[in-house]
């Protein structure tokens, strides 16, 4: 007979191996039958469903595989919420699950693929995100219990391709809108974006395209609640709105149902490079908000939806930061270290432009232009230079305080313009004051503290005026001045034709010349008026002596009452 210590330890042996025997047929029913694989699948469907709540629904349609290596192999794999409609799809999953893991109630895939991956967010006009809801369920302050199954999600390699994320959520004209001003914007929202009409208000659809993209190190929940994240080896896709289109991109994401914050310091879109680090966030009613910075060797195609009149063409160097404001519907657009060629131009400073809802304004402007060409220039001032200029300025422009397109204060201008029509032909300008730009230009307050002005480029670009030569130069203050009348005080100028004759005018000036019969108010003083260089312009007057003297007129032009007191070489007139 054995001792009662080895029967004991026989016994033991026997209920181990019995034990082993059954767990090793257990799994192999279980992974290696579809009877067994389809038991396991609903026994994973319902420990799911349970975290969910209720609030949502795993759906397998087809389970290829589920292997005692914990490898899954699906086919069209959904989460639904209550209601049954799918707020994740993918059409194909091929991972590895850590089976020990599920003991502890955690969920660590060591690797999963992803195809065909469709994820629909959906937030109302009242509550949170679709998949905020099945996650956590409704808003609660009451502390949570100990961690759940799906409270601990880990990946520890991802592939995922062909994937698109739309988001759906409210949208509404910014308050300052109002009856028939408010149709209008939401008409040009709805021409410009996706606009979805519902009996409850408008609800806005913007999409991101993920066409290919490999991670590591994703934690996509743990029981601190802290934010998702991912390391990003590579990633190809593209966002609806703002429009972007990334070719390559690689680093960290963090992200909660509401919230993205990215560090990307590898960032490639079509024709740029560089990086963007920032925080797109969308938790509060109206547009979605962001905050992002990108250091860039750009090509100005890339930018175009920042600033619509940048050119397409070209290509330069900046750093650039995209925020929302305290209103979510005003969006600063800030660049600094800009350094761009485009249009045989070269454009260097920094500038801010913020867009509101009304207006355009820039401000803390501090450009250099070395040169810029006239067209250029046209479309950055919004058609702001007639299409008749044709040449190449170079000089800075210092605007810190700026404004409103309607009403941009400029604190220094120095320009000098190359005319390409009349070769040789060189004009300058230094001022400040404050201007409109766009289809009707006009300034008010601006002082010209210097102008020199060649009157063959006048010339070429008003036709019709008299046949003047040689070069204008001068100083002044215009009150006011559009493409209707203008109201010039403290003029000084001096006039010196080709042929060398000089002529001086000070005093005030008041023209109206969009009337039908133009309308002059003038107090004028000429030291002095060269008759000369008057019968160069009309050959009529054969006279060359030099006035000096006063002039006053007042009336239409056709109907001129005028006054006068005049010396000349010969002699003095009054009139």
Known sequence: LMPSRQRRYWWAAALVGTLVAGISVTLFWATGTLGGRRWLLAKLVTTIDGAFGGRGHLRVRVLHDIGLSGRILADDVSIVDSTGNPV?????????????????????????????????????????????????????????????????????????????????????????????????????????????????????????TIGYLRAHDGIIMEPSRKPSSMVVDTLRGAVSDPPVRITAASGRLWWTPDSLRLDLPHLSLPVSQGSAAGRVWWHEPGAVRYDVNIKAQAGLADLNWIWPVLPLEGKGTASIRMRTLETADDAEYSLTDLAVTSRQSRVNGRLNVIVRPRDIIM????????????????????????????????????????????????????????????????????????????????????????????????????????????????????????????????????????????????????????????????ALAFNPLSLAALSRVDTTLALNSVLAGRVEAIGPIDSLRWQASLSADSGSLVA
């Open 363 to 522: 401000e803390r402007v501090d450009m250099t232009f070395a040169p810029i060409s006239s067209d250029l220039l046209r479309r950055l001032s919004y058609e702001a230079l007639p299409a008749a200029v044709n040449g190449m300025l170079t000089g800075r422009l210092v605007a810190e305080t700026g404004g409103p397109l309607t009403s941009f204060l400029i604190d220094r201008l120095d320009a000098r313009f190359a005319d390409a029509t009349v070769v040789g032909a060189i004009s300058s300008l230094n001022a400040t004051g404050r201007v409109t730009m766009g289809a009707a230009p006009a300034g008010r307050d601006v002082v010209v503290q210097s102008m020199s002005i060649d009157l063959r480029s006048a010339r070429a670009l008003a036709p019709t005026m008299p046949n003047l030569d040689g070069l204008l130069t001068g100083t002044g203050r215009v009150i006011a001045a559009d493409l209707q009348r203008a109201d010039v005080k403290n003029l000084a100028l001096r006039w010196t034709d080709g042929a060398g004759n000089v002529s001086g005018v000070t005093g005030d000036a008041q023209i109206a010349y969009g009337l039908k019969v133009p309308t002059a108010n003038l």
């Open 88 to 208: 994740i799809r993918i059409a194909h999953v091929d991972g590895v699950l850590n089976m020990a893991a599920l003991i502890g109630k955690r969920v660590h895939l060591r690797s999963l693929r992803a195809d065909g991956v469709k994820v629909d967010l959906q937030k109302g006009f009242k509550g949170p995100w679709n998949f905020a809801y099945i996650l956590s369920g409704p808003p609660s302050d009451e502390p949570r219990g100990k961690p759940g199954f799906g409270d601990d999600i880990r990946i520890d390699t991802l592939r995922l391709s062909d994937g698109t994320i739309t988001t759906i959520g409210p949208w509404a004209p910014n308050a300052t809108f109002t009856g028939a001003e408010r149709d209008s914007v939401t008409a040009v929202r709805d021409s410009l974006h996706d606009l979805i009409r519902t009996p409850g208000g408008l609800l806005e659809r913007r999409q991101i």
